[in-house]
């Protein structure tokens, strides 16, 4: 029999198939996990700009209206709200009442779809390394068939199928720590964007409805089309 070596690409060419299968899984996870981070990255990046602007809008600072993203959406929502409000011809404090939660549930909407992608990144932290622990144990097995078969307990007997073993083990740790990683550093960021977020949200809900009791209802709606501060 050809003496085994142990580079990588040996390990793997000559590794169980059942060995073989765990490792393409969790290298396709991996890829997959990355994949997202990059996305997650980008979309939280773009979520911090909006909330910036939505920010800008509620203190008045803001020389025009946001119209793209989650600042254009929670916007949107409210001028929606308000126009119907003002026909209606509600009180404040109600009016104040529905653009709030008019505007908090567009904004779990579009948390909704940014968090598209993480229960992957959750899923291959917590089930990966239990996944190279399977190869790791399937290896070990190998290893005492060949003991069994041979009748020979030599380090070159055991060795390769305890380097595959090892080997399935370490991917597995591979694909797990990064995803862990991410999915923490990115539930805490949505998480304080939509704290952020809700703050912003509190703030112009009230000045919406304040224009309302000093203006024409009909008029609710327009210091903020109009690129004016509260």
Same mark, same amino acid.
């Given at each position: 029999?050809?003496?085994?070596?142990?580079?990588?690409?040996?390990?793997?060419?000559?590794?169980?198939?059942?060995?073989?299968?765990?490792?393409?899984?969790?290298?396709?996870?991996?890829?997959?996990?990355?994949?997202?981070?990059?996305?997650?990255?980008?979309?939280?990046?773009?979520?911090?700009?909006?909330?910036?602007?939505?920010?800008?809008?509620?203190?008045?600072?803001?020389?025009?209206?946001?119209?793209?993203?989650?600042?254009?959406?929670?916007?949107?929502?409210?001028?929606?709200?308000?126009?119907?409000?003002?026909?209606?011809?509600?009180?404040?404090?109600?009016?104040?009442?529905?653009?709030?939660?008019?505007?908090?549930?567009?904004?779990?909407?579009?948390?909704?779809?940014?968090?598209?992608?993480?229960?992957?990144?959750?899923?291959?932290?917590?089930?990966?390394?239990?996944?190279?622990?399977?190869?790791?144990?399937?290896?070990?097995?190998?290893?005492?068939?060949?003991?069994?078969?041979?009748?020979?307990?030599?380090?070159?007997?055991?060795?390769?199928?305890? +380097?595959?073993?090892? /080997? @399935?083990?370490? =991917? !597995?740790? *591979? $694909? #797990?720590?990064?995803?862990?990683? +991410?999915?923490?550093? /990115? @539930?805490?960021? =949505? !998480?304080? *964007? $939509? #704290?952020?977020?809700?703050?912003?949200?509190?703030?112009?809900?009230?000045?919406?409805?304040?224009?309302?009791?000093?203006?024409?209802?009909?008029?609710?709606?327009?210091?903020?089309?109009?690129?004016?501060?509260?």
């Amino acid at each position: 029999m050809a003496p085994h070596t142990f580079s990588i690409y040996e390990l793997i060419l000559n590794a169980d198939i059942v060995v073989k299968v765990v490792m393409l899984a969790l290298v396709l996870s991996s890829v997959a996990c990355w994949a997202i981070m990059f996305e997650k990255l980008i979309r939280i990046s773009l979520l911090n700009r909006d909330v910036r602007k939505l920010e800008a809008a509620a203190r008045g600072a803001a020389s025009s209206e946001p119209t793209g993203g989650v600042a254009g959406a929670l916007l949107r929502a409210a001028h929606q709200e308000a126009e119907e409000g003002a026909e209606r011809g509600e009180s404040r404090a109600d009016l104040r009442a529905r653009l709030e939660r008019a505007m908090r549930v567009a904004l779990k909407s579009e948390l909704q779809r940014i968090e598209t992608g993480l229960p992957f990144l959750a899923t291959v932290g917590s089930a990966a390394p239990f996944v190279g622990l399977f190869g790791t144990v399937w290896g070990i097995m190998n290893s005492f068939t060949a003991i069994g078969q041979q009748q020979d307990t030599s380090l070159a007997t055991v060795a390769p199928g305890i +380097a595959e073993a090892l /080997f @399935a083990t370490a =991917l !597995g740790l *591979a $694909a #797990a720590i990064p995803a862990v990683m +991410a999915y923490n550093h /990115f @539930a805490v960021k =949505l !998480g304080r *964007a $939509a #704290a952020r977020a809700g703050t912003a949200i509190s703030e112009i809900a009230r000045k919406f409805s304040k224009h309302q009791g000093e203006t024409h209802p009909k008029a609710t709606v327009e210091p903020l089309r109009a690129g004016k501060s509260f």
